[in-house]
């Protein structure tokens, strides 16, 4: 079969713009390749792929200035990337856009325990924060599940939890000040190292942005100093049902633990086969709660918590005796996903967050919609804060992504119906994008728009995320409509 002939036009241009951007930045730091781009094709949502035109990795924030004040002269759109963990689509590139790589900020710039705080660059892998300052007693709360591997800049652009997000808070909640650089090329500072900066929370405003206004280059995270004691309890329930009230009476009891997940079946048994954090295969639902603090608390408290589970109707019960049983609790947990990957071809990793009192329902509702699609899914979730994350597992090759994207869809939009939101930290990007109008009224929509617009007037920053209908900032006239559902079928599937 004969290929088309590469358009000689575009190949010059590319090659004119790869030459420019050299000259900013070391050679070796502007990708053209057709085969190394294939490694930036995608990102953690791998449905879609998608070579960008050119990739970029400046090593400092100056080049990183350099780069987007280029893109802005010349109108090239560009994509953030950090790490590529994104569950959305938020790092998707553009076949008319430049990456912009942050993988070479990778330095921790300065830990400063007399105040709590360490800066670091947008390329540290978030456990590296932690193990930095391990041996001081301090930690960073915040731990996504692929903290191994996403970076705090990826974090910040999300607004990333973790498994302690319940006590701890989200990423928000940890930061103490960023550097950004907007399209202009211009660097700017939101808060620093005190707690509270005056004037408008524009550091608030860029954490959770997903690249959409300005590009992270420092960020100054709150350290934690390690508490006295953490324990953990694994509960084994016969329903899912029963799990969820447990989650509710415990929260209602006052007692706000350190973290609070829940599995069910199909995530117990791949999570187990492939850790061996000893859970019980016999249960239906899984409920792991970590308490922490002084020791003579954290014991109270598990007395408590034992009861409360005991009362609805827990069949099996675990205390972690040593911190190097407690952490292999929490590895099968936290190796839910990959584990996962063992037993299906293909799957989604879904996002979206719920009022706790529902929880129950939403489980039995989306036992229906699995029966309904023909697809499975596995439930690995923060129940404390109800925040799910539904694994619908699918084959590919068998025809089932559109079944698949769907059947998310519809999980999206219950969450939505029951009083929740479309996402709690993995973003909107492009898998939520066309969503949003089941969440927000087009006037909601037009409002954030117009916040985008005071960063990014020409809309050349991460284009194609979050917003399903796109407007010129000048008149906001509409450019482009989306059909309000899932696919999307202007994207190139695997």
């Given amino acids: 079969m004969l290929m088309p002939a590469p358009d000689p036009n575009t190949l010059a241009q590319k090659a004119r713009l790869a030459a420019a951007l050299a000259e900013l930045l070391p050679p070796e730091s502007v990708i053209a390749d057709p085969v190394a781009l294939k490694a930036y094709e995608s990102d953690g949502l791998?449905?879609?792929?998608?070579?960008?035109?050119?990739?970029?990795?400046?090593?400092?924030?100056?080049?990183?200035?350099?780069?987007?004040?280029?893109?802005?002269?010349?109108?090239?759109?560009?994509?953030?990337?950090?790490?590529?963990?994104?569950?959305?689509?938020?790092?998707?590139?553009?076949?008319?856009?430049?990456?912009?790589?942050?993988?070479?900020?990778?330095?921790?710039?300065?830990?400063?325990?007399?105040?709590?705080?360490?800066?670091?660059?947008?390329?540290?892998?978030?456990?590296?924060?932690?193990?930095?300052?391990?041996?001081?007693?301090?930690?960073?709360?915040?731990?996504?599940?692929?903290?191994?591997?996403?970076?705090?800049?990826?974090?910040?652009?999300?607004?990333?939890?973790?498994?302690?997000?319940?006590?701890?808070?989200?990423?928000?909640?940890?930061?103490?000040?960023?550097?950004?650089?907007?399209?202009?090329?211009?660097?700017?500072?939101?808060?620093?190292?005190?707690?509270?900066?005056?004037?408008?929370?524009?550091?608030?405003?860029?954490?959770?942005?997903?690249?959409?206004?300005?590009?992270?280059?420092?960020?100054?995270?709150?350290?934690?100093?390690?508490?006295?004691?953490?324990?953990?309890?694994?509960?084994g329930f016969p329903s899912n049902e029963q799990a969820g009230a447990a989650v509710a009476a415990v929260i209602g009891a006052g007692i706000i633990p350190a973290g609070m997940e829940m599995m069910d079946r199909p995530a117990i048994h791949a999570a187990e086969d492939f850790v061996h954090a000893d859970y019980p295969l016999d249960a239906e639902a899984l409920l792991i709660v970590e308490l922490d603090g002084p020791g003579v608390e954290c014991n109270h408290l598990l007395n408590q918590v034992t009861e409360i589970v005991k009362a609805n109707g827990a069949t099996s019960l675990r205390v972690s005796e040593s911190e190097a049983e407690r952490l292999k609790i929490w590895a099968g947990r936290k190796a839910a996903f990959p584990a996962v990957g063992r037993i299906s071809p293909d799957?989604?990793?879904?996002?979206?967050?719920?009022?706790?009192?529902?929880?129950?329902?939403?489980?039995?509702?989306?036992?229906?919609?699995?029966?309904?699609?023909?697809?499975?899914?596995?439930?690995?979730?923060?129940?404390?804060?109800?925040?799910?994350?539904?694994?619908?597992?699918?084959?590919?090759?068998?025809?089932?992504?559109?079944?698949?994207?769907?059947?998310?869809?519809?999980?999206?939009?219950?969450?939505?119906?029951?009083?929740?939101?479309?996402?709690?930290?993995?973003?909107?990007?492009?898998?939520?994008?066309?969503?949003?109008?089941?969440?927000?009224?087009?006037?909601?929509?037009?409002?954030q728009q117009r916040l985008k617009c005071a960063f990014d007037p020409d809309g050349l920053l991460n284009p194609g995320k979050v917003f399903p209908t796109l407007h010129r900032c000048a008149e906001l006239g509409r450019m482009h409509v989306r059909g309000g559902a899932l696919p999307h079928p202007e994207l190139p599937r695997f």
């Fill in 46 to 235: 791998t449905a879609y792929r998608q070579a960008p035109l050119l990739v970029t990795l400046p090593r400092t924030t100056a080049e990183v200035s350099a780069v987007l004040k280029f893109c802005a002269a010349n109108q090239l759109k560009v994509v953030p990337r950090g790490a590529g963990t994104s569950l959305s689509g938020g790092a998707l590139p553009l076949a008319d856009g430049v990456v912009l790589g942050l993988g070479k900020l990778n330095r921790i710039l300065e830990i400063d325990l007399e105040n709590r705080c360490a800066v670091v660059q947008p390329g540290v892998q978030n456990l590296a924060i932690s193990n930095a300052v391990l041996a001081s007693g301090f930690y960073y709360a915040p731990d996504p599940s692929s903290q191994i591997a996403c970076t705090i800049g990826g974090n910040v652009a999300e607004n990333s939890g973790g498994v302690h997000c319940l006590k701890y808070g989200l990423t928000t909640n940890n930061l103490l000040g960023l550097e950004v650089v907007l399209i202009s090329g211009e660097v700017v500072r939101f808060g620093g190292k005190h707690l509270d900066a005056g004037g408008y929370d524009l550091m608030g405003i860029m954490t959770g942005s997903e690249g959409l206004l300005g590009v992270v280059t420092e960020v100054t995270v709150r350290l934690l100093k390690r508490p006295e004691t953490a324990r953990a309890l694994v509960a």
């Fill in 347 to 447: 799957y989604f990793c879904m996002d979206g967050t719920i009022p706790r009192r529902r929880l129950p329902e939403v489980l039995t509702r989306m036992a229906e919609l699995s029966k309904k699609y023909g697809l499975r899914v596995a439930n690995v979730f923060h129940a404390g804060d109800g925040n799910l994350h539904p694994l619908i597992l699918f084959d590919a090759n068998k025809g089932e992504l559109e079944s698949a994207e769907r059947f998310g869809a519809d999980i999206l939009k219950l969450c939505v119906e029951v009083g929740g939101v479309l996402t709690g930290e993995h973003g909107v990007g492009v898998e939520k994008r066309d969503l949003m109008p089941e969440m927000f009224s087009e006037v909601d929509l037009d409002q």
